[in-house]
């Protein structure tokens, strides 16, 4: 329980450690901006703890997203939270799934090919839960599906990716009971931190830098819709300003003269809709102005036009440009109507041009906002204070009215602007903001900048902001290839450092290898060395009995009478058939170690066989104290495909040699089969005691199956080798009860249905 109670407190350490290192080397923060960085050790701690430390990896989860909440202000939701978890869990349970065989049997490191399946399966593989994770949370996070969310995905992967194949080997290693020495481990833990640092200061410098040339080209965008909107004002003001020029020199201008110089100044593509002109006139001139050009006109209310109230002076419209859809303002007194929109006092006794607030200009059943531009026309341009011009009214010729339509106002700024820029323009002149362009700004991951400018009289404010969070916006080249260039060479380098590791432990190893099998075959020469010269010493054995048998009877031949010495010559034939015998052996031996001794395979009745081999051998036994007993399993098939003769020869050789060997008089012989596939068996011959009484063994239990079985005799030697060529072998031992067993066997083949009728008839007609 304490051992428990240490794993999770050190889990959540870690955890937090990871966490908070993605503060100082990730701008701009986001809560999307430690999932995959907290996968990655998760998939770590899981592997080398196990799925029990999960609720420690809730916790610190837990903590850290207060922490982001509460200190870092970020927006979070408990669905993000929560997926954010989940998708922990669940990458590092299936890492752990992946890896449980090489990290239990702790062979990852055993080869190359196993350290790379190893850090394939806990890094790019399980990284991808992670990444495909955090599109959701990003989608919650930004409240739409954004139009680059792959690099958020790669960026995720790339993050888990590079945690986990660098702290999984280095906690497994600093855990686990590996064949490294403690050199070896301290150099691929210093490595492993100083790649993980080099890289986390790459990413931070690319950051920063993308942070400039984003906040860069945001100001530069801002710069130009500052200017141009300030420009098209000024346009806008000159072009008032010219027409109050021409009507101050001649303030009697013609209908024709007035259309003629506003289409000059509208000839240019401008956000201008109208051109007005409204004379001051007197009451008494009332008369004279609507018998021309028609009533003086004010609206109720209501908005109705009626006919304007008696009082001291009017501004009714005069002319307006273009007059089509335009006509219904003639007349109409604007320094009666323009109140609600401006202060007409102020007009008069500017020295420019005043801009209105906004209005609705209804134009083709549409319904569009527009602001007033309007000029005080004097009759000369001596300066007068704002209080003379009151007095002397005389003076003022009238009002010059630039109409100005705000959506084509702004329309000309709309390309300056970037796509990833909005806007959104507002008059905060009075108390309560009128919203002249754009909407309300989304600041969630976005750079907004707010700037006030003075449009002659009224004040705007301007506010400016990235239409996307950054975590979705377009990245350019340099981005992606940083994004790439270090994430494989991180991972590429954490390969080669392992791999190298990997490769010195292989190297080692074949070297112990070698060295282990240069000491075998050694031993495997000396074996042979020692074999041959042992046979030799049986041979010469075997051979020196008929050689001195020889001797001895010719010697008694000759001190013999003519009855004695047939028996005599009869006993040397016997030696000198034993000799024979002995040395076609050894040339059998001499023809299988050249490999020029070739055995057959052809259809044999092998019941049949083991009779005609239990006659021979029972005729040729001369003492009547020995015997022999042929035991044949009742799976041993009748027909099997193999070498008659050399059968013959090794169980020939088996049986004579066998009761000297076992220091016996009966003998037991057992034929077994062992059936493999494709018709091909083994055919097992057990040699074992039939005595009723066990003679004491003379041979201690060691010695016995230690010794080869060449040391007994050339024959025994001669059935090895047979046995051995017929991919077989043999094999001395002891049962518990003190039963000595010999065993050979040999391969051969199970003889066919067609094959057994075609031997047979061929044997029916011989």
Known sequence: MQNTFKHYFLVIVIFLGVCACTLVFITPYSFTSFIGPAAGITTALVVLYGARILLAIFV????????LYFWQNLAIESSMVIIAILAFMLQGLWAKQLTITEVHRQNWL????????????VGPLSSLVSAFSVIIITMLENKGFGDNVFFIFVSCWSNSLLFSIFFTPLLLLNQGRHQLSSSKRVFITIASLLAIIAIGLLFNISQNVQQHQRQDAFNQVKSRVLQEIQQEVAITSDKLNSLSALLKVNHKVSREAFDLYAQQILQKKSSLRALEWAPIISDENRFTFEKSIGSVNE?????????????????????????????????????????STINMERVINANGVTTSAPINLIQDEFANLGVLFISAVYESSYSYTAIAKQENSTDLLGLVVAVVQLETFFQKILPLKSKHIDLFIEDVTSPEPYTLFGKELNESYRYVNTTYIDVNSRKWRISFGESQAWQVQDKNWQAWGMLFGATFGGMLFQILILL???????????????????????????????????FLNTLNSDLQVPLQSITYFTEQLYETDIKEQKKLIKNIELAQHNMHKLLQMVADLSKIELGELIIKSEPLDFYGFINRVDSMLKANITNQDKGIIFLIAPNVPHFINSDELRIQQLLVAFCDGIHKLFNVNNIRVSIKIHNHNSNSATLFFVFTSHDSQVTDVKIPFDDYISKDIILYS???????????LMNGGTKLAVSASGERILTASIKVDITSNEQQRAHQTQNFDE
Not at 60 to 66: D, F, N
Not at 506 to 534: C, F, G, M, P
């Open 500 to 534: 190298m590791v990997v490769y010195s432990n292989e190297l080692s190893a074949q070297v112990v290898r070698k060295t282990r099998e240069l000491i075998i075959a050694k031993e495997q020469s000396d074996y042979k060395s020692t074999a041959k010269t042992n």
């Open 714 to 724: 050339t024959e025994m030697a001669m059935a090895k080798e047979v046995c051995q």
């Open 110 to 121: 055993k080869s190359r090919r196993d350290l790379l399946s190893f850090l394939i399966k």
């Open 299 to 339: 609206k109720n209310s209501e908005g109705n036009l009626k006919k304007a109230e008696s009082r001291s002076r009017y501004a009714p419209i005069k002319y307006v440009y273009p007059f089509l859809h335009n006509e219904q303002v003639i007349g109409l007194d604007i320094l009666t109507n323009a109140k």
């Open 60 to 67: 610190a989860t837990m903590l850290y997203c207060l922490f």
